[in-house]
């Protein structure tokens, strides 16, 4: 099952995408092994046109897609091993990937966040969303290792 993050803005180089791309990089190769990667990351950005137009463009990037996540704080919160364990059932299950939505400043307009298969929250706090990707590709990396048995996981 492939993996994708469609994210508003675009992530320039410095640390934060260092770190995204050393994730992912981590992700996609172990990732194989249990069939869940690569991950692909698409970049919305809207101009001119605010909440309204990056929704709509969220909404363009993410059409037909099951499972859907979206990341917003009022979300369910899950642990590392229960975010594996839905990457796991949703393989198993047949689907050919997942898609994970980080929205821009305003966040995840509601009529895309109905419609996704699980909210995810990374906690009750605001992150910046350039600091989600990183979180959030980090947790990719730790669920295909508790998949494939890695001790990267030590809980």
Do not use: C
């Given at each position: 099952?492939?993996?994708?993050?469609?994210?508003?803005?675009?992530?320039?180089?410095?640390?934060?995408?260092?770190?995204?791309?050393?994730?992912?990089?981590?992700?996609?190769?172990?990732?194989?092994?249990?069939?869940?990667?690569?991950?692909?990351?698409?970049?919305?950005?809207?101009?001119?046109?605010?909440?309204?137009?990056?929704?709509?463009?969220?909404?363009?990037?993410?059409?037909?897609?099951?499972?859907?996540?979206?990341?917003?704080?009022?979300?369910?919160?899950?642990?590392?091993?229960?975010?594996?364990?839905?990457?796991?059932?949703?393989?198993?299950?047949?689907?050919?990937?997942?898609?994970?939505?980080?929205?821009?400043?305003?966040?995840?307009?509601?009529?895309?966040?109905?419609?996704?298969d699980l909210v995810l929250s990374?906690?009750?706090?605001?992150?910046?969303?350039?600091?989600?990707?990183?979180?959030?590709?980090?947790?990719?990396?730790?669920?295909?290792?508790?998949?494939?048995?890695?001790?990267?996981?030590?809980?």
């Amino acid at each position: 099952m492939k993996l994708q993050i469609v994210a508003v803005g675009r992530l320039r180089s410095g640390p934060e995408s260092d770190l995204v791309s050393d994730y992912l990089a981590r992700t996609g190769k172990n990732g194989m092994q249990v069939g869940i990667g690569p991950v692909n990351i698409h970049e919305v950005e809207a101009r001119k046109g605010g909440a309204e137009e990056e929704a709509r463009l969220l909404a363009k990037a993410t059409a037909g897609t099951k499972p859907l996540v979206v990341l917003d704080e009022r979300g369910t919160s899950l642990n590392s091993p229960g975010l594996a364990a839905r990457l796991e059932s949703w393989r198993d299950h047949g689907h050919r990937q997942a898609t994970f939505v980080i929205g821009g400043a305003d966040g995840v307009a509601s009529t895309l966040r109905d419609q996704a298969d699980l909210v995810l929250s990374l906690g009750p706090m605001v992150w910046p969303h350039m600091l989600v990707r990183v979180m959030l590709a980090e947790q990719l990396y730790r669920s295909v290792s508790i998949l494939s048995g890695s001790p990267y996981h030590r809980a």
